[in-house]
């Protein structure tokens, strides 16, 4: 299960949509191993395959104690009217976070490791996080639910922090 490299903002493939995954052998399940050890590596709470350069709809979580999920094809069908604001940041973009409103409850399809198909309902934390990580699999980096002068304020913070030799 090797750490992989993390693609760092602004790299063009973390506003590209990512591909529906048809192969549900060996292949993604150790995709998946990779990508655990990696978010946890980077200290993250989700992590993407196009986040390590792999466009496919993959997605891990690890929230607190809870074990890991692995979404296979997410897809958000419902979310609530009500909306919760929460910071966020991402593992390509490490150092920096900001507020983002967000709904607070969603219902969502996705598969597992096997190809079996799950529905389900989240709502909190949970709720912001596939509602965060499947934007990155629809293309829709964090920072584009911002402002545009909160967006820029990130930008030229992330910008520092590289600079001074944070955020490698």
Not at 43 to 64: E, F, N, S, W, Y
Not at 136 to 163: N, P
Request: charged share 25%.
């Amino acid at each position: 299960m090797p750490i992989r490299p993390i693609l760092r903002f602004p790299d063009p493939l973390l506003r590209q949509k990512a591909g529906s995954v048809s192969d549900f052998g060996p292949g993604l399940a150790a995709l998946a191993a990779d990508l655990t050890e990696t978010m946890i590596e980077a200290g993250g709470v989700g992590i993407t395959a196009p986040h390590v350069g792999v466009m496919q709809r993959l997605v891990v979580l690890k929230l607190g104690d809870a074990p890991v999920e692995v979404f296979v094809n997410p897809d958000i069908t419902w979310t609530s009217d009500d909306v919760v604001t929460r910071d966020e940041g991402s593992v390509s973009m490490p150092g920096v976070v900001d507020a983002v409103t967000r709904p607070a409850r969603i219902r969502l399809t996705w598969a597992d490791l096997s190809g079996a198909p799950h529905e389900g309902e989240a709502e909190g934390w949970r709720a912001t996080c596939l509602l965060h990580e499947v934007d990155q699999l629809d293309g829709i980096f964090w920072l584009q639910r911002l402002s545009r002068l909160r967006r820029d304020k990130v930008v030229r913070r992330y910008e520092k922090i590289r600079r001074l030799g944070g955020g490698a």
